[in-house]
Nanobody, 123 residues
Framework: QVHLEESGGGSVQAGDFLRLTCAAS????????MGWFRQAPGKERVFVAA?????????EYANSVKGRFTISRDNAKNTVYLQMNSLKPEDTDNYYC???????????????WGQGTRVTVPS
């Protein structure tokens, strides 16, 4: 069964960190691009970070998170991570892991999505 499951969300103070985890099952993450997106209720999903499939050495980030967030993966565990440092209140949102056949930043390119995990940074 093909499945993505996120974990690691929570409520932290501004300046703190979180590490989100996306555990993939059913297909190897090395064969697909993996991305993290965020979405507020009633709004469209917004790109956060992505890592390419084959080598895993190409990454891309939204300008709002560059220098603070890092996407990485553990091929042996078939898991992707999003290390979120120096969190800000504006980072508050639901975060989703997604998988795509082709490298990209647009949500429409991603065909498999997890259920999401909530990140809250009170102001």
């Amino acid at each position: 069964q093909v499945h993505l499951e996120e974990s690691g969300g929570g409520s932290v103070q501004a300046g703190d960190f979180l590490r989100l985890t996306c555990a993939a099952s059913g297909r190897p993450i090395t064969a697909y691009a993996m991305g993290w997106f965020r979405q507020a209720p009633g709004k469209e999903r917004v790109f956060v970070a992505a890592i390419n499939g084959s080598s895993g050495r190409a990454t891309e980030y939204a300008n709002s998170v560059k220098g603070r967030f890092t996407i990485s993966r553990d091929n042996a565990k078939n898991t992707v991570y999003l290390q979120m440092n120096s969190l800000k209140p504006e980072d508050t949102d639901n975060y989703y892991c997604a998988q795509a056949a082709d490298w990209g930043t647009r949500p429409i390119m991603y065909e498999l999505w997890g259920q999401g995990t909530r990140v809250t940074v009170p102001s």
